[in-house]
C-alpha cells in the first residue's frame, strides 16, 4: 500500500483533485499533536483559511501569505489567506475564497476547492475552518498591503520531513494553561508555527494515510 504522499510528485492536477476529495470526504482518523479540549467563556469567532495547492517546477507546495503588521491579534504572522465568515456567508468555503481574493487577488473562479479539514479551537479562541483546494501558477497574484506584506510557498516534501519542525509544550493564559505547539524550522526567512503549522500537520497526516 502507498500513501498519497508518496504518490505526490507523480500526480496530474486532476489526479490530485480526486484523490484529494475523496481521501478528505471519508476522512480517516488523524493523530493530534493537542486534544485542545479548553473552552472559553465566549464563543469561537467563526473563520475560514484556504489551503491552496500549486506546482512549482513540477513539485507541489502550499501556497501562504504572511500578515501585515497592525493592531490584529494575528499581526505579522504565517498563515494561510483567510478571515472572519460574515454573516451573510452562506458558508466556509465561500469566505475562505472570499478572503483570499481580498487578501491576494486570487479569484474565486480559478480555484478548485477539494474538501475541508477538521475544524480548529486556536488558543485566540478562533475555530477556523480550512478549505483545501488547488490554484493554477503561476498566477498574477496582488498582495492586499493593508493585510500581506508577502505571499510565498514551500515544498510539501518539506514540510513533510520531520527534520524540519519540533513540537514543544508552550504556556498560554487560562484557560488554555500548556499546548504543544508547531514550530517549523524558517523556510526562506519566514517562520511557521501555531494553528497555521497545525493546519499543515493535520494536512501531512491525511496525505501519509495509507491509499488503495
Same mark, same amino acid.
Given at each position: 500500500?502507498?500513501t ?28 493530534q ?5 479548553f ?5 469561537a ?36 489567506p ?16 472570499r478572503?483570499?481574493? !481580498?487578501?491576494? %487577488?486570487l479569484?474565486? =473562479?480559478? *480555484?478548485?476547492?477539494?474538501?475541508? &479539514?477538521?475544524?480548529?479551537? #486556536? ?23 493593508l493585510e500581506?506584506?508577502?505571499i ?6 518539506w ?8 513540537i ?22 519566514? !517562520?511557521?508555527? %501555531?494553528?497555521?503549522? =497545525?493546519? *499543515?500537520?493535520?494536512?501531512?497526516? &491525511?496525505?501519509?494515510?495509507? #491509499?488503495?
Amino acid at each position: 500500500m502507498e500513501t498519497l504522499l508518496s504518490q505526490l510528485s507523480q500526480l496530474s492536477c486532476s489526479d490530485l483533485q480526486t484523490k484529494l476529495r475523496d481521501i478528505l470526504l471519508s476522512m480517516p482518523t488523524i493523530p493530534q499533536i493537542n486534544n485542545r479540549q479548553f473552552q472559553f467563556s465566549e464563543p469561537a469567532i467563526q473563520a475560514a483559511v484556504l489551503v491552496p495547492f500549486l506546482t512549482i517546477n513540477q513539485e507541489w507546495h502550499l501556497l501562504f501569505i504572511r500578515r501585515a503588521i497592525d493592531h490584529h491579534l494575528h499581526s505579522g504572522q504565517v498563515a494561510f489567506p483567510g478571515g472572519q465568515i460574515e454573516p451573510n456567508d452562506p458558508d466556509p468555503e465561500f469566505t475562505a475564497l472570499r478572503e483570499a481574493q !481580498e487578501e491576494i %487577488g486570487l479569484y474565486p =473562479q480559478d *480555484v478548485t476547492p477539494v474538501g475541508q &479539514l477538521p475544524a480548529l479551537l #486556536t488558543v485566540t479562541n478562533y475555530r477556523i475552518f480550512p478549505i483545501v483546494g488547488i490554484i493554477p501558477y503561476p498566477y498574477p497574484l496582488k498582495p492586499n498591503p493593508l493585510e500581506v506584506t508577502r505571499i510565498f510557498t514551500i515544498p510539501i516534501f518539506w514540510l513533510a520531513d520531520k527534520k524540519n519542525y519540533k513540537i514543544v509544550p508552550r504556556s498560554v493564559p487560562p484557560p488554555v494553561g500548556i499546548i504543544q505547539t508547531i514550530y517549523y524550522t524558517p523556510y526562506d526567512g519566514e !517562520e511557521l508555527w %501555531g494553528a497555521s503549522a =497545525q493546519i *499543515v500537520h493535520t494536512l501531512i497526516s &491525511l496525505l501519509e494515510q495509507e #491509499t488503495p
